[in-house]
């Protein structure tokens, strides 16, 4: 299995500014994961985050608003721009085990916009 | 595309009792199959997961799925609840691009003494 370690694990931020969110694995990743996760809702995939390369967006995510760094195999940040109370979620990041197949997950950053 | 759809998003069983959460899929190529549980405040831990092989996989804490592939279902099962069961249990979907998933909506499960 990998370990991940997200932090911040919570914070409240005033809305118009930027948060981001640190993700760092045990071990050498290809691909990294970012979600979201709205409450009382299930986890929708933000984007890819691809070591060497731009992040690959999903449908409804757009850099300017979820900018994504991924500057070696073991790290990934995530930031929120530009907060507005709707950015109120969990975010997740997950990395693939060693058989590449199952997604590990972090503990999640519990974001509140006020 | 690929999708997953829980069927309730509350299920509640007695202490003792069969616990049945179900799951069902859409892809167009051969699936990858997880089951995840969600504790409040925290991440997700991986239950199960099915690749290829025996139909039938047996995961943490008692739980099984059983792969049907004429049926596209992955229903989860526990032949005995437990009051430490109560979480929110996700079923999730791959196309094996290295882990990235695709989520059903979620079903609470609730377990009464």
């Known amino acids: 299995s990998a370990v991940i370690s997200q932090k911040p694990s919570r914070d409240i931020c005033q809305r118009g500014t930027s948060l981001t969110i640190q993700c760092q694995v045990d071990?050498?990743?290809?691909?990294m994961f970012w979600y979201r996760q709205q409450p009382g809702q299930s986890l929708t995939l933000i984007a890819t985050?691809?070591?060497?390369?731009?992040?690959?967006?999903e449908s409804g995510f757009v850099i300017d608003k979820f900018p994504i760094s991924r500057p070696n195999l073991t790290f990934s940040t995530l930031t929120v721009s530009n907060m507005s109370p709707e950015d109120s979620s969990i975010y997740l990041c997950?990395?693939?085990?060693?058989?590449?197949?199952?997604?590990?997950f972090g503990q999640g950053t519990r974001l509140t916009v006020v | 595309a690929q999708s997953v759809t829980q069927l309730g998003s509350h299920v509640s069983v007695s202490e003792g009792a069969l616990v049945l959460l179900r799951c069902n899929y859409s892809?167009?190529?051969?699936?990858?199959l997880f089951w995840y549980v969600q504790y409040p405040n925290q991440g997700l831990q991986l239950l199960l997961k099915?690749?290829?092989?025996?139909?039938l996989v047996k995961g943490i804490n008692g739980f099984e799925a059983e792969f049907k592939k004429s049926e596209t279902s992955f229903h989860l099962t526990k032949p005995s609840a437990h009051m430490s069961d109560a979480a929110e249990y996700f079923c999730?979907?791959?196309?094996?691009?290295?882990?990235?998933?695709?989520f059903g909506q979620g079903t609470e499960l609730s377990v009464k003494p």
């Open positions: 985050a691809n070591q060497g390369s731009e992040a690959t967006y």
């Open positions: 892809s167009s190529v051969p699936p990858y």
């Open positions: 071990s050498q990743v290809t691909m």
């Open positions: 997950s990395a693939p085990g060693q058989s590449n197949t199952e997604a590990f």
């Open positions: 099915y690749t290829t092989g025996a139909t």
């Open positions: 999730a979907v791959s196309d094996n691009q290295g882990g990235k998933l695709i």
